[in-house]
């Protein structure tokens, strides 16, 4: 088994691009990937000894004066390592998903770089051989919400607090459609990154956001008082899963109930594709984790690894700063 | 919610069957009064959990950890909430009441191992704790013998077999406490493993009974090649210690002792058989020939800036 990094130019390419059509790959595919500047984005393939793609990931890198940077794509909920696996046996299965793990943290590490930070999607649970590489596995968390129960069971889920929000938006005559304009809902999300301080990386979001106009694998909902929109969401639909990457509101006119409301029916669409969960990507900000919480999802932890050089991290830690 | 200490019979009358064998008093006694317990009040009166740890000095700092053989912190909590929006506010609270009341111990460096029930560390981070996965490997034992040898590594199999060929036999509880005791600390001695010898001696000459743990004893020759000890109740069997005669160069000896442990274990009536942690290379490539499932739990660890400073250095892995 090898890792090999593929660019459009390598032999691996097509292989690899029929591998990510094959086993429906969003995030890999090239539509996600070409959201990203070409020289700041890494597509690797897995290959077996017959030099067959097996799997894949990708990873984003960045220089910051002497330093290099290697981090999880903004916006990507993780480096998106998909393989398959071909063992029949319980024992063959954990040894090759060790293997595969143990490969990933040995390119990691012969990569040299100052600064690796990166997520592993939630399927991938042994974290060990990174561990053994010196690597820091860390915990993270998402809430998952399970869309298999009834209309009913969702709503009774909710906190109560969010019922009587959506309730009071209803009563105050919001309407909430769905849009494939681009520049409506990057008008609404931006204001929200903003304020959060993160509106960083804005020509990824709008790359992002023009998927809407093709209306492949992605779903927006706007909230309108008055006919004027309060509130957004943005989600991505993968095999399985509606992912909600980002979402906003209209400070200047919100209403209480604009966000929570274009997430219930961001919801309710995921449930009407037949997806098995609606994933809220992410929920470790206090504030945004209390928001998602009373969703009713169930809290589910996904590993993130990094490794620091020694030197940087001192310097990170003293100047309490975040290079993400 | 109000968090105070309580003792040993208060804890395990509540913990029950969350926390096992672990939280059984008699466990519990192993560690005397080096153990601090902490109940979780819903309100004065109303017990609804609880956690345990120790706190120990060295070079003039406190550390607060796990007892030496424990694998978790105990930790178990009652939520009367039905509405998993409700059930995850109640969870969010009693973890953020916890951490609080770690912090407010100031200890020098906390190292705490959570049950792998416990997902919810997410206070810890915000805490600014690093929050780290730990792992162990169980055995489902609720499947046929058949099934459970059949997930076997093949090599795994081939060298069981090869030692019963060798006429290695095995027996249970076949040497006194005292022999398995010394046996024990002679063959954990030479290898890098830890050994508190006063939490050992408890464990195998207070503690274990025929009704909480069992010795088995791989023999040859009468010549004593190997031993493991298990503690269990009613759900899981623990395999808490191994250790096998290096000089008697006979292969297949643990693994020979951990087939028959699973087997004692299925036949007490444990669903589990949990091999107790595996974050040792060698150790986890050894307890995963035995097919089990990788089953993550969580760790939290703290340490003033100086000390993670070093640590930074020293435990890349944990800082």
Same mark, same amino acid.
């Not at chain 2, 009652?78 to 969010?92: D, G, H, L, P, T």
């Not at chain 2, 915000?126 to 780290?132: A, G, P, R, T």
């Given at each position: 088994?090898?890792?090999?990094?593929v660019?459009?130019?390598?032999?691996?390419?097509?292989?690899?691009?029929?591998?990510?059509?094959?086993?429906?790959?969003?995030?890999?595919?090239?539509?996600?990937?070409?959201?990203?500047?070409?020289?700041?984005?890494?597509?690797?393939?897995i290959?077996?000894?017959?030099?067959?793609?097996?799997?894949?990931?990708?990873?984003?890198?960045?220089?910051?004066?002497?330093?290099?940077?290697?981090?999880?794509?903004?916006?990507?909920?993780?480096?998106?390592?998909?393989?398959?696996?071909?063992?029949?046996?319980?024992?063959?299965?954990?040894?090759?998903?060790?293997e595969?793990?143990?490969?990933?943290?040995?390119?990691f590490?012969?990569?040299?770089?100052h600064?690796i930070?990166?997520?592993?999607?939630?399927?991938v649970?042994?974290?060990?051989?990174?561990?053994?590489?010196?690597?820091?596995?860390?915990?993270?968390?998402?809430?998952?919400?399970?869309?298999?129960?009834?209309?009913?069971?969702?709503?009774?889920?909710?906190?109560?607090?969010?019922?009587?929000?959506?309730?009071?938006?209803?009563?105050?005559?919001l309407?909430?459609?769905?849009?494939?304009?681009?520049?409506?809902?990057?008008?609404?999300?931006?204001?929200?990154?903003?304020?959060?301080?993160?509106?960083?990386?804005?020509?990824?979001?709008?790359?992002?956001?023009?998927?809407?106009?093709?209306?492949?694998?992605?779903?927006?909902?706007?909230?309108y008082?008055?006919?004027?929109?309060v509130?957004?969401?943005?989600?991505?639909?993968?095999k399985?899963?509606?992912?909600?990457?980002?979402?906003?509101?209209?400070?200047?006119?919100?209403?209480?109930?604009?966000?929570?409301?274009c997430?219930?029916?961001?919801?309710?669409?995921?449930?009407?594709?037949?997806?098995?969960?609606?994933?809220?990507?992410g929920?470790?900000?206090?504030?945004?984790?209390?928001? =998602?919480?009373?969703?009713?999802?169930?809290?589910?932890?996904?590993?993130?690894?990094?490794?620091?050089?020694?030197?940087?991290?001192?310097?990170?830690?003293?100047?309490?700063?975040?290079?993400? | 919610?109000?968090?105070?200490?309580?003792?040993?019979?208060?804890?395990?009358?509540?913990?029950?069957?969350?926390?096992?064998?672990?939280?059984?008093?008699?466990?519990?006694?192993?560690?005397?009064?080096?153990?601090?317990?902490?109940?979780? =009040?819903?309100?004065e009166?109303?017990?609804?959990?609880?956690?345990?740890?120790?706190k120990?000095?060295?070079?003039?700092?406190?550390?607060?950890?796990?007892?030496?053989?424990?694998?978790?912190?105990?930790?178990?909590?009652?939520?009367?909430?039905k509405?998993?929006?409700?059930?995850?506010?109640?969870?969010?609270?009693?973890?953020?009441?916890?951490?609080?009341?770690?912090?407010?111990?100031?200890?020098?460096?906390?190292?705490l191992?959570?049950?792998?029930?416990?997902?919810?560390?997410?206070?810890?981070?915000?805490?600014?704790?690093?929050?780290?996965?730990?792992y162990?490997?169980?055995?489902?034992?609720?499947?046929?013998?058949?099934?459970?040898?059949?997930?076997f590594?093949s090599?795994?199999?081939?060298?069981?077999?090869?030692?019963?060929?060798?006429?290695?036999?095995?027996?249970?509880?076949?040497?006194?406490?005292?022999?398995?005791?010394?046996?024990?600390?002679?063959?954990?001695g030479?290898?890098?493993?830890?050994?508190?010898?006063?939490?050992?001696?408890?464990?195998?000459?207070?503690?274990?009974?025929?009704?909480?743990?069992?010795?088995?004893?791989?023999?040859?020759?009468?010549?004593?090649?190997?031993?493991?000890?298990?503690i269990y109740?009613?759900?899981?069997?623990?395999?808490?210690?191994?250790?096998?005669?290096?000089?008697?160069?006979?292969?297949?000896?643990?693994?020979?002792?951990?087939?028959?442990?699973?087997?004692?274990?299925?036949?007490?009536?444990?669903?589990? =058989?949990?091999?107790?942690?595996?974050m040792?290379?060698?150790?986890?490539?050894?307890?995963?020939?035995?097919?089990?499932?990788?089953?993550?739990?969580?760790?939290?660890?703290?340490?003033?800036?100086?000390?993670?400073?070093?640590?930074?250095?020293?435990?890349?892995?944990?800082?």
């Amino acid at each position: 088994m090898k890792i090999e990094s593929v660019d459009k130019n390598s032999g691996v390419y097509s292989k690899l691009q029929a591998f990510i059509e094959k086993h429906g790959l969003v995030f890999n595919g090239a539509a996600w990937v070409n959201n990203y500047p070409e020289r700041q984005i890494t597509q690797c393939a897995i290959l077996n000894n017959n030099n067959d793609v097996i799997g894949c990931f990708f990873y984003f890198s960045f220089k910051k004066s002497v330093f290099k940077f290697i981090i999880t794509p903004p916006f990507s909920p993780d480096i998106g390592l998909f393989y398959v696996n071909p063992s029949e046996s319980v024992v063959g299965k954990n040894s090759f998903n060790k293997e595969v793990v143990q490969q990933l943290a040995q390119y990691f590490d012969d990569l040299n770089v100052h600064y690796i930070n990166i997520n592993l999607p939630k399927e991938v649970t042994d974290t060990q051989p990174f561990t053994w590489n010196k690597f820091l596995s860390r915990n993270r968390y998402s809430y998952l919400l399970a869309l298999k129960g009834t209309e009913e069971d969702l709503w009774n889920n909710l906190a109560s607090e969010k019922r009587k929000s959506i309730n009071k938006a209803i009563k105050d005559g919001l309407v909430i459609t769905e849009t494939s304009d681009p520049e409506l809902a990057y008008s609404l999300i931006i204001q929200s990154l903003s304020r959060n301080f993160i509106a960083k990386n804005l020509s990824i979001i709008k790359n992002i956001l023009a998927s809407l106009a093709a209306k492949t694998n992605t779903f927006s909902f706007v909230a309108y008082q008055d006919k004027l929109p309060v509130g957004a969401t943005f989600c991505v639909v993968t095999k399985s899963k509606a992912v909600y990457i980002f979402g906003g509101f209209n400070f200047e006119n919100k209403h209480h109930g604009a966000g929570v409301s274009c997430m219930w029916q961001s919801i309710l669409k995921a449930k009407a594709l037949g997806l098995e969960y609606f994933d809220f990507e992410g929920s470790m900000n206090p504030a945004i984790e209390r928001y =998602f919480r009373e969703f009713g999802g169930e809290l589910t932890p996904y590993f993130n690894v990094q490794k620091i050089s020694p030197f940087l991290n001192i310097l990170l830690k003293i100047k309490r700063h975040n290079p993400l | 919610m109000i968090l105070k200490p309580i003792n040993i019979q208060e804890y395990s009358e509540k913990s029950g069957p969350a926390t096992g064998v672990f939280g059984s008093r008699k466990w519990l006694s192993v560690y005397g009064d080096s153990l601090t317990i902490i109940g979780i =009040f819903k309100d004065e009166h109303q017990l609804i959990g609880g956690f345990y740890f120790m706190k120990t000095k060295k070079y003039g700092f406190t550390f607060l950890k796990l007892p030496p053989y424990t694998p978790h912190c105990g930790l178990f909590f009652v939520s009367e909430s039905k509405n998993n929006s409700s059930v995850n506010n109640f969870s969010k609270e009693v973890m953020s009441e916890i951490c609080g009341f770690l912090s407010g111990q100031k200890s020098a460096l906390l190292i705490l191992a959570f049950p792998f029930y416990i997902k919810d560390l997410q206070p810890f981070i915000w805490d600014k704790y690093k929050v780290v996965p730990n792992y162990t490997y169980q055995v489902d034992l609720t499947q046929s013998m058949e099934v459970i040898k059949g997930n076997f590594d093949s090599k795994n199999r081939n060298v069981i077999n090869k030692a019963i060929k060798e006429e290695v036999s095995v027996s249970e509880n076949s040497i006194s406490k005292q022999q398995l005791y010394d046996f024990f600390v002679g063959s954990l001695g030479s290898t890098d493993a830890n050994i508190y010898e006063k939490e050992l001696r408890n464990i195998l000459l207070n503690f274990s009974d025929n009704t909480n743990s069992f010795s088995l004893e791989a023999e040859k020759d009468s010549q004593l090649l190997g031993a493991v000890f298990c503690i269990y109740d009613q759900k899981t069997c623990y395999y808490l210690l191994g250790g096998v005669n290096k000089q008697a160069r006979v292969a297949g000896v643990n693994n020979l002792l951990v087939q028959r442990s699973i087997e004692k274990a299925r036949d007490l009536g444990c669903s589990v =058989f949990d091999f107790e942690g595996s974050m040792l290379k060698g150790v986890e490539k050894f307890f995963r020939s035995f097919g089990p499932e990788l089953v993550p739990y969580y760790t939290v660890n703290k340490a003033k800036l100086p000390i993670e400073i070093i640590l930074k250095f020293k435990k890349r892995e944990l800082f």
